[in-house]
């Protein structure tokens, strides 16, 4: 393929890209959601002196959790291509716009890889799967910790009626965690596993697949607790907004909660966009479960739960997405090595 033609598709590519999450993002925002009781909530809070200080520390955290997502994938990739840690802090904020308008985050993986110069995207792919998996380990640990605390609570009459439910929920988790932890430290025997499903092919897939061993145990855990810290900004963002929007509720029980909506999220397919709506609901049902229980739900504190939601989306999701799209222009779809020969 001609260099000029090479460079056009790119060219196109991008725009199209750029396009696509502007509109997306303003059709969120502006059109289909209706926020003016949430902006009157926020306006409210322009005149208290610790808006601007808790916006402050949200906005730093924020730029925390995206360096340690960085240093998750830098972590990864270096083992294919040395990538400076300024370039993927951009790739991270990149695949953040892709995967705007992409099912279940899969155009956070595109963002990314389409950034390297030599190697190969699958495997870049592959590598960033491993985080991924890293973040959902450390959601499904600490969601199944919420649950575990969270149902003798609101479901106590049940539970003393049917204990074995509990016992048998406890196992299940026990067991499913212990097998994701299990798998996750020993990510090599996918490949022993697609050699038993995919005998005649298993040549060429090891071929990408092998990047699976190319990871110590150590360095799995680095992983894993880059991954731990990153869940403990993010969640702790989460408290802050509730805290700032009034919403009367401790520590514990607000990370429990939060923990359970994280939960469900994840096991919730959905666009980056809809995931607003989603959240909303998710936060909206559970936080009114612990509410209404001390008699204390009322529609304020309920509009106070989506505003901290939904400030978190546009905080951790639309704000990072928008300044992803300012680095579309890095990636590069169609390179001279992907044609050659």
């Given at each position: 393929m001609k260099a000029k033609v090479r460079k056009r598709i790119n060219i196109l590519i991008r725009l199209l890209i750029m396009l696509v999450t502007v509109l997306f993002l303003y059709d969120q925002i502006f059109y289909r959601r209706d926020f003016s009781s949430i902006i009157d909530l926020i306006v409210n809070l322009f005149h208290s002196s610790r808006f601007y200080s808790y916006m402050a520390v949200l906005f730093v955290m924020m730029i925390v959790n995206q360096a340690l997502e960085t240093f998750k994938w830098k972590l990864l990739i270096d083992k294919l291509e040395i990538v400076g840690f300024n370039r993927a802090f951009t790739a991270i904020l990149t695949g953040i716009a892709v995967s705007m308008f992409m099912p279940n985050r899969t155009g956070d993986y595109f963002g990314r890889v389409f950034i390297l110069e030599r190697s190969s995207h699958v495997k870049a792919i592959l590598v960033t799967i491993i985080g991924s998996y890293a973040q959902l380990l450390t959601t499904m640990i600490a969601g199944c910790l919420g649950l575990i605390f969270f149902l003798p609570v609101y479901y106590h009459e049940t539970l003393v009626l049917h204990p074995w439910m509990y016992a048998a929920m406890m196992v299940v988790v026990s067991i499913t965690l212990a097998a994701a932890t299990l798998l996750y430290f020993n990510v090599p025997l996918l490949n022993e596993l697609l050699a038993a499903i995919f005998r005649k092919k298993y040549e060429k897939l090891l071929e990408y697949t092998g990047v699976f061993a190319l990871?110590?145990?150590?360095?799995l855990l680095n992983l894993l607790l880059l991954s731990i810290a990153r869940y403990l900004v993010f969640s702790f963002q989460f408290y802050l907004l509730l805290?700032?929007?009034?919403?009367?509720i401790g520590?514990?029980?607000?990370?429990?909660?939060?923990?359970?909506?994280?939960?469900?999220?994840t096991l919730i397919p959905t666009l980056a966009l809809t995931e607003l709506g989603v959240r909303g609901s998710v936060s909206y049902y559970l936080f009114g479960l612990y509410f209404t229980m001390g008699g204390l739900w009322n529609e304020t504190t309920g509009m106070a739960i989506l505003a901290a939601s939904s400030s978190l989306w546009m905080i951790n999701i639309a704000l990072p997405a928008l300044l992803g799209i300012l680095?579309?222009?890095?990636?590069?779809?169609?390179?001279?090595?992907?044609?050659?020969?």
């Open positions: 990871y110590s145990r150590v360095e805290i700032l929007f009034e919403v009367n520590y514990l029980p607000a990370m429990m909660l939060i923990a359970i909506s994280y939960l469900i999220l680095f579309v222009y890095r990636l590069k779809f169609i390179r001279r090595n992907d044609v050659a020969g």
